[in-house]
């Protein structure tokens, strides 16, 4: 398959503090990818700066074709209605209802009548697990799952041929959280999307991720399948995976 | 483009679907099954996806959707020709079928409805502001017993924002009042030879009336928003139940050094006002009526009352009381959602104001009965 996601030595400098030092990957059609790092490695800030939300001071990305930081107002337009973003807390517009959000994308971008754009809000929110009673509330009285569900609705809402994650499912409870996953991985077989998403969850990436992409220092330390990233022999990484056995041996 | 070409064969209908059924075409794609005229329930029905070019679960449910209307269900319709990842697309939407549409508008209610409603709302508010000013009552009289836990230097801050940063606005609006006021006076007058009587018109109006008015409307706009929307924010940041979590009282953090703050600031700030209306009067009438500044302060000696003086300052206080325990309550109710720190901003500024215009036409009418 074609690759969706070409990012190509990435730098990014706050002040004199270097943030990414020549980052570079990239995501093939349908794969399910994540990126991990500690915290203050610049996984959020990789995440806007791959979206065109924030201008990294060097370096390419190549987002469907498209070539992010050196393409028209126009262009940019038209690419942003072939991906779907799912902000780290939601990012629902609270003055509308939950149906009203899921709706601003059909709103608009497309001229489909009232009725079919309930319809097919009915039909989104079903299929991220919710139900159409949901769709009266107003974000503010959503559980902090129900309103990652609401925006993960609102993002699948045009179709989109990527769907970028922002910690997924920091904030939910485990149980919440393997449902989420779940959702996800369903998703992406069913309608071949891609994902790619930023985590820290250890479930997350033992469940149902193809290929996952460590950052450490600036730099891409590791990409591969995460059995294959597991076994890298590096201090971060090795601290990262042990984090879990202990969990796991203190627990039997 | 034909989106969909239905053929008989066998005696069954057989829909052939082309081209791109995607969101995009969505309006073209669900004009073009309302013209199919398909009619014919009890004959099977086939989809047939080997024209297709691409199917997406927007398209997927409206095609399913326009089918169920026609009165096809599992049993008469079958599909045949779909690209494997097509298939579970279908098979996804098919299960959702039954869900039922959202409607993706707010309710809208009647004029009666919403008089009722805005009714209600009006009478919990003032309900609970009771409620708050008891909370705010107890907490002050806690200080009087133990004083250290009064914040001085949040108060001090305060006073700095709510106070002295306010005497330029104030200065410049009264003194401009104090011009037009003298001026259409001064008019009146002039067609009597009254001229001299602008001293006394002016010296009232504006220390009994406009600069207690004007100052407190300036503060309820600058101070009272200023208040909600700080302790509203923090109330959305969850900063209101921390401050709760580590033993602290948030009325005697927030509302108490904004309270005294306020009721310290507007005194000054009328005092500030009665100085600039008057000397406003001063300048129109050495201009246009020939009263010189010697003769206006001279005049103004012998007809102004103290009383009129006090009554302006003394109603101060009691404006400030207002505004500050209506703009910290609203505040502490604002909602989890960055939409109600604006509505209760706006809603706070409202208050004030007419609370501010009712208590001045309390105490005029109760001044006037005590003769003072």
Redesign the interface.
């Known amino acids: 398959m074609d690759m969706v996601l070409e990012v190509n030595s990435i730098v990014t400098r706050f002040g004199s503090e270097v943030i990414h030092d020549g980052v570079s990957f990239s995501v093939k059609g349908g794969e399910v990818v994540a990126l991990i790092g500690g915290s203050g490695t610049g996984k959020s800030v990789l995440l806007k700066e791959v979206i065109g939300l924030m201008r990294p001071c060097g370096g390419e990305v190549h987002l469907l074709g498209t070539d992010v930081w050196n393409s028209s107002e126009d262009e940019m337009n038209a690419l942003r209605r072939r991906f779907g973003m799912l902000f780290q807390d939601g990012a629902l517009f609270s003055s509308l209802t939950v149906a009203e959000n899921i709706a601003v994308p059909f709103r608009e971008h497309t001229n489909l009548s009232a009725d079919i754009i309930s319809s097919l809000v009915g039909f989104n929110l079903d299929l991220v697990g919710l139900t159409a009673d949901t769709g009266r509330k107003s974000p503010a009285q959503l559980s902090g799952g129900m309103r990652k569900r609401v925006a993960l609705a609102r993002a699948l809402t045009l179709e989109p041929e990527i769907l970028f994650l922002d910690e997924p499912t920091s904030g939910l409870d485990p149980v919440g959280a393997r449902a989420f996953d779940k959702l996800v991985r369903v998703l992406s077989d069913s309608f071949g999307l891609t994902v790619f998403l930023v985590t820290h969850d250890l479930d997350t990436l033992l469940s149902i991720i193809d290929r996952a992409i460590a950052l450490s220092g600036g730099r891409v330390i590791a990409d591969g399948p995460v059995d294959e990233v597991m076994r890298i022999d590096h201090p971060w990484i090795r601290d990262y995976f042990s984090a879990r056995a202990a969990v796991v041996q203190g627990g039997s | 483009m034909p989106w969909i070409e239905h053929k008989i064969a066998d005696g069954v209908s057989v829909l052939y679907l082309e081209g791109t059924w995607?969101?995009?075409n969505?309006?073209a794609i669900?004009g073009a099954l309302r013209e199919l005229g398909l009619r014919v329930p009890d004959r099977r029905v086939v989809l047939d996806g080997s024209r297709l070019r691409e199917l997406?679960?927007?398209a997927g449910?409206?095609l399913f959707?326009h089918l169920e209307l026609l009165g096809c269900n599992g049993s008469t319709l079958s599909v045949r020709g779909f690209d494997r990842?097509y298939m579970?697309?279908l098979a996804?939407?098919h299960e959702?079928m039954k869900?039922?549409?959202?409607?993706?508008?707010?309710?809208h209610l009647d004029l009666v409805q919403r008089v009722g409603a805005a009714t209600i709302r009006l009478w919990h508010l003032l309900k609970t502001h009771n409620a708050f000013i008891g909370i705010v009552s107890l907490d002050s009289l806690n200080l009087f017993r133990s004083p250290k836990l009064f914040r001085a230097k949040e108060t001090v801050s305060q006073f700095e924002a709510v106070g002295l940063d306010a005497i330029p606005i104030v200065t410049l609006v009264t003194f401009l009042i104090g011009v037009v006021f003298a001026y259409l006076l001064g008019v009146q007058a002039e067609r009597f030879g009254a001229n001299i009587f602008v001293v006394d018109g002016v010296g009232l109006a504006v220390c009994r009336e406009l600069s207690p008015l004007l100052a407190a409307v300036i503060v309820a706009g600058r101070s009272g928003a200023a208040f909600t929307a700080q302790i509203g924010t923090m109330k959305v940041q969850e900063e209101i139940d921390a401050i709760r979590t580590l033993g602290l009282s948030p009325i005697q953090v927030l509302v108490i050094p904004r309270l005294v703050a306020i009721m310290i600031a507007l005194p000054l700030l009328v005092f500030v006002g009665d100085v600039a209306g008057i000397a406003g009067g001063m300048l129109v009438s050495a201009w246009q009526l020939d009263i010189p500044a010697a003769l206006f302060t001279a005049r103004l000696h012998a007809v102004l009352p103290m009383s009129a003086f006090i009554v302006g300052l003394a109603k101060a206080p009691v404006f400030a009381a207002f505004i500050a325990m209506i703009a910290c309550r609203m505040g502490m109710l604002v909602?989890?959602?960055?939409?109600?720190v604006g509505e209760n901003t706006t809603s706070t500024v409202v208050q004030s104001i007419v609370w501010v215009i009712v208590l001045d036409a309390v105490f005029a009418v109760v001044f006037q009965r005590l003769g003072v």
């Open positions: 995607r969101l995009s969505l309006t669900s997406d679960t927007a449910f409206i959707r990842r579970r697309l996804l939407v959702r869900c039922p549409p959202a409607a993706a508008r707010s309710m909602a989890r959602d960055a939409r109600s």
